[in-house]
Nanobody
């Protein structure tokens, strides 16, 4: 059983930066892929970014490419999402999730096995 915990959410202004962190307990991320998803009020949950733990391969949604960066820390066993140039449309609950492997389906939320409880990010204009 893997438990994921997100941290780092908050209220910021447009143009600000914020860093989210996802930590795992019960098992390391080794061999897995870790993704960040978000869900805005009234909208479906959508893919944001993902990283392959072993090689560091990454993938980003077009809406965040160039502004967000996903990274891993093998010592701390965490995956961070660094967000810059935040926009009001980035407001959402952000979730991290763990998948057992990396593949072309990495943007599909239903391929992820474990999820955190989410952390709120609010960007004011």
């Amino acid at each position: 059983q893997v438990q994921l915990v997100e941290s780092g959410g908050g209220v910021v202004q447009a143009g600000d930066s914020l860093r989210l962190s996802c930590s795992a307990s019960g098992r390391t991320f080794s061999g897995n892929a870790v993704g960040w998803f978000r869900q805005a009020p009234g909208k479906e949950r959508e893919f944001v970014a993902a990283i392959k733990w072993s090689r560091g391969d990454t993938d980003y949604a077009d809406s965040v490419k160039g502004r967000f960066a996903i990274s891993r820390d093998s010592v701390q066993n965490t995956v961070d999402l660094s967000m810059a140039s935040l926009k009001p449309e980035d407001t959402a609950v952000y979730y991290c999730a763990s998948a057992s492997d990396w593949g072309p389906w990495i943007r599909n939320q239903y391929k992820y096995d474990y999820w955190g409880q989410g952390t709120q990010v609010t960007v004011s204009s």
